[in-house]
Nanobody
Framework: QVQLVESGGGLVQAGGSLRLSCAAS????????MGWFRQAPGKEREFVGR????????YYAESVKGRFTISRDNAKNMVWLQMNSLKSEDTAVYYC?????????????????WGQGTQVTVSS
């Protein structure tokens, strides 16, 4: 069992930056690939990006590539989502998730544990 708690969301102007944090507790954090998803009002939850167990490999959705960066520190049981050049369409609830078994987890069903989400609102 892994517990995930996101923080760092808020209101930011378009073009600004935010850094989301996800704190993990429970089983060995380094066993899990970590992902970020988001869900805008009236839309389905969508994949944002993921990072592998060691932190050596990342993969991003096209919509955020070049603007968002995922990193992790296994010693601190933390994963971060650095968001730059934010746009109004980035407004959503952001979730971190942990995958125990999928080699390249990109869909929701690849993930076993989820946080409660943190709201990001980008004003234009």
């Amino acid at each position: 069992q892994v517990q995930l708690v996101e923080s760092g969301g808020g209101l930011v102007q378009a073009g600004g930056s935010l850094r989301l944090s996800c704190a993990a507790s429970g089983r060995t954090f380094s066993w899990y690939s970590m992902g970020w998803f988001r869900q805008a009002p009236g839309k389905e939850r969508e994949f944002v990006g993921r990072i592998d167990r060691s932190g050596g490999s990342t993969y991003y959705a096209e919509s955020v590539k070049g603007r968002f960066t995922i990193s992790r520190d296994n010693a601190k049981n933390m994963v971060w989502l650095q968001m730059n050049s934010l746009k109004s369409e980035d407004t959503a609830v952001y979730y971190c998730a942990a995958s125990a078994s999928a080699l390249y987890p990109v869909v929701m069903t690849d993930y076993d544990y989820w946080g409660q989400g943190t709201q990001v609102t980008v004003s234009s």
